[in-house]
């Protein structure tokens, strides 16, 4: 798969700069355990520093009408793979539901409909992949903070989990979900939403109807599509590669600040 070897080029491409520590051979760089805990140590500075440097509700730039891209490419899953997501997309998403659940007082399950009464935001913004390509689009979606307010967070929730309908790599076991989070920090960040609207029309299933996350300070892979389940937890431990996303357990980081 064309896409596969993409990621794998650029892991083994940032795996070059270690070079420094004398290491050879890519493959045995990323699963040296003393490489990993040294980037695993640069994440968190890269984070820490970037969470001193970066007001906490400081906007992602905004972009005008006349700015969204003609065309906006879709990347990773373009159409989930399920019989159960067929399914939604024959009947227009009607039977969808986003469950909400985990650290909080009041688990729920909302339609499109129930998403699209809460308060919205409308933001047009640039769509950043590590792939190397950027698309400015508007998006229009529900708030995530408020949402989560009226459900009530428990005092230990830490994390927003998302969990996507599609399976990126096929497993048995289900590790090939889709799935991404973000800290409490970026949940309720104003332009945090959960987006049901492109460009001002429906979300196409390209790009992740019928709702997917926008979290505008952050890289593409972070922004999850075709959502499905939103577990509010107080770590990743014990899920799946207990990196906290998709391409986290696969060796990107999981604070993909812009
Ligand atoms: N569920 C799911 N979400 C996903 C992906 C995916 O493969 N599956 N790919 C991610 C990546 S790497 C990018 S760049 C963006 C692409 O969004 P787009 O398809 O709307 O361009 O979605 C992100 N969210
Ligand atoms: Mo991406």
């Given at each position: 798969?064309?896409?596969?070897?993409?990621?794998?080029?650029?892991?083994?491409?940032?795996?070059?700069?270690?070079?420094?520590?004398?290491?050879?051979?890519?493959?045995?760089?990323?699963?040296?355990?003393?490489?990993?805990?040294?980037?695993?140590?640069?994440?968190?500075?890269?984070?820490?520093?970037?969470?001193?440097?970066?007001?906490?509700?400081?906007?992602?730039?905004?972009?005008?009408?006349?700015?969204?891209?003609?065309?906006?490419?879709?990347?990773?899953?373009?159409?989930?793979?399920?019989?159960?997501?067929?399914?939604?997309?024959?009947?227009?998403?009607?039977?969808?539901?986003?469950?909400?659940?985990?650290?909080?007082?009041?688990?729920?399950?909302?339609?499109?409909?129930?998403?699209?009464?809460?308060?919205?935001?409308t933001q047009i913004t640039r769509?950043?992949?590590?792939?190397?390509?950027?698309?400015?689009?508007?998006?229009?979606?529900?708030?995530?903070?408020?949402?989560?307010?009226?459900?009530?967070?428990?005092?230990?929730?830490?994390?927003?989990?998302?969990?996507?309908?599609?399976?990126?790599?096929?497993?048995?076991?289900?590790?090939?979900?889709?799935?991404?989070?973000?800290?409490?920090?970026?949940?309720?960040?104003?332009?945090?939403?959960?987006?049901?609207?492109?460009?001002?029309?429906?979300?196409?299933?390209?790009?992740?109807?019928?709702?997917?996350?926008?979290?505008?300070?952050?890289?593409?892979?972070?922004?999850?599509?075709?959502?499905?389940?939103?577990?509010?937890?107080?770590?990743?431990?014990?899920?799946?590669?207990?990196?906290?996303?998709?391409?986290?357990?696969?060796?990107?980081?999981?604070?993909?600040?812009?």
């Amino acid at each position: 798969m064309t896409f596969s070897i993409t990621r794998r080029g650029l892991l083994i491409g940032s795996a070059a700069g270690l070079g420094a520590f004398g290491l050879t051979g890519c493959d045995d760089v990323v699963q040296n355990p003393n490489v990993q805990s040294v980037l695993d140590m640069a994440e968190t500075l890269t984070m820490k520093s970037q969470r001193l440097l970066v007001p906490k509700d400081k906007l992602a730039r905004e972009y005008s009408e006349a700015d969204i891209s003609p065309t906006f490419r879709p990347n990773g899953t373009s159409q989930p793979d399920s019989e159960a997501y067929a399914q939604m997309m024959a009947t227009g998403f009607a039977d969808w539901r986003l469950k909400i659940d985990g650290l909080v007082e009041r688990p729920v399950e909302l339609s499109l409909a129930d998403l699209k009464k809460l308060p919205s935001r409308t933001q047009i913004t640039r769509h950043d992949c590590v792939e190397g390509w950027s698309a400015i689009g508007k998006w229009t979606g529900a708030q995530l903070g408020p949402l989560l307010q009226s459900v009530g967070l428990k005092p230990q929730a830490r994390y927003a989990v998302f969990y996507c309908a599609d399976q990126l790599e096929l497993t048995l076991d289900g590790s090939g979900t889709y799935y991404e989070s973000i800290d409490l920090i970026d949940a309720f960040h104003p332009q945090t939403i959960l987006a049901y609207q492109m460009n001002g029309k429906d979300l196409e299933v390209a790009h992740g109807a019928p709702l997917r996350l926008r979290v505008e300070r952050q890289l593409g892979y972070k922004h999850a599509k075709y959502l499905m389940r939103i577990e509010m937890k107080d770590s990743f431990a014990g899920l799946w590669g207990g990196k906290g996303g998709f391409w986290e357990d696969r060796g990107y980081e999981w604070y993909a600040g812009i």
